[in-house]
């Protein structure tokens, strides 16, 4: 590749405005051409293997194949890797991004100068291949393909921390939390929304079981198959009808949240009733 010519990029991410967002900071940093954007894990083998770009930024967290499980797939069939900058709302995947040998990631939301430094390294990168006629096909990076499966595979049976952040979509806008400052989380049709003293979003995740694996164990409980609830909001513990309980929490509206009967002894072990 000419030092003169575009990058060839591909955008993978199951959310549109991330997508778009990413788009339009790469269009207008120059010299970077998007070649197509996919959707989920199952898109983004498909897409590298059709278009075989310099790079792809790839999402962490997406529906069907994680980032980590696309790169591993791509490895096992010895397919042509491109370089990878890895893209995700958690900087806990960060380490776990550069331990697989990623060359960069980017937080979201997305910030324009963490892009253009991601492209740089691409830039740099492939300048290095091309001066030292290295193969394509090798991961960004020098270790070897055999080397790098073992270390996703280490990545992805290892326990992920808990971030101190979850994002959160509130209208056009994407929102990072605290995790201490969430009060619950409830499920309505398949669409988890998360409550804050000050503001109400939802969250990118399917289940609240896909969620409660990003929050702290600690401080997070499921009171009820519909609901998450932060055991520092709340506010008091209602009696309720045939020895059942509902919370009332200290968010905004003091929503009360029904206990389920299976959950009714945690309950009385948290406060001692």
Same mark, same amino acid.
């Given at each position: 590749m000419a030092s003169t010519a !575009?990058?060839? /990029?591909?955008?993978? &991410? &199951?959310?549109q405005l991330a997508r778009e967002e990413? %788009?339009?900071l790469l269009d207008t940093a120059g010299s970077v051409e998007v070649?197509?954007? #996919?959707?989920?894990g199952v898109e983004a083998v498909e897409l590298i293997r059709e278009y075989q770009p310099d790079v792809v930024f790839l999402d962490v967290q997406m529906p069907g194949l994680d980032g980590f499980a696309v790169l591993k797939q791509l490895i096992e069939h010895r397919d042509l890797i491109p370089q990878i900058v890895f893209a995700t709302a958690f900087d806990q995947y960060a380490v776990r991004a550069f331990d697989v040998n990623a060359i960069d990631y980017l937080l979201k939301p997305f910030d324009r100068n963490r892009v253009l430094q991601a492209l740089d390294r691409v830039r740099l990168r492939l300048q290095e291949m091309n001066g030292s006629e290295a193969e394509p096909a090798k !991961?960004?990076?020098? *270790?070897?393909? &055999?080397t790098l499966l073992r270390l996703i595979e280490?990545?992805? /049976?290892?326990?992920? !921390?808990?971030? #101190? %952040?979850?994002?959160?979509q509130a209208q056009s806008r994407l929102l990072l939390v605290d995790q201490k400052d969430i009060c619950f989380a409830s499920i309505d049709e398949g669409v988890i929304s998360v409550v804050t003293p000050t503001l109400e979003g939802q969250s990118k995740c399917r289940t609240l079981e896909e969620l409660l694996e990003? *929050? &702290? !164990?600690?401080?997070?409980?499921? /009171?009820?198959?519909?609901?998450?609830?932060?055991i520092n909001h709340i506010k008091e513990v209602v009696p309720w009808f045939k020895s059942s309980y509902q919370l009332r929490m200290d968010d905004r509206k003091q929503t009360e949240i029904p206990v389920s009967r299976a959950q009714t002894r945690r309950l009385r072990e948290l406060f001692k009733l």
């Open positions: !575009p990058i060839t /990029a591909l955008i993978i &991410d &199951d959310e990413l %788009k339009y070649l197509a954007q #996919g959707s989920n !991961p960004a990076g020098d *270790l070897n393909i &055999d280490q990545q992805q /049976a290892s326990p992920r !921390p808990h971030s #101190g %952040k979850i994002v959160l990003l *929050l &702290d !164990p600690n401080l997070f409980w499921r /009171a009820h198959r519909s609901f998450v609830v932060n």
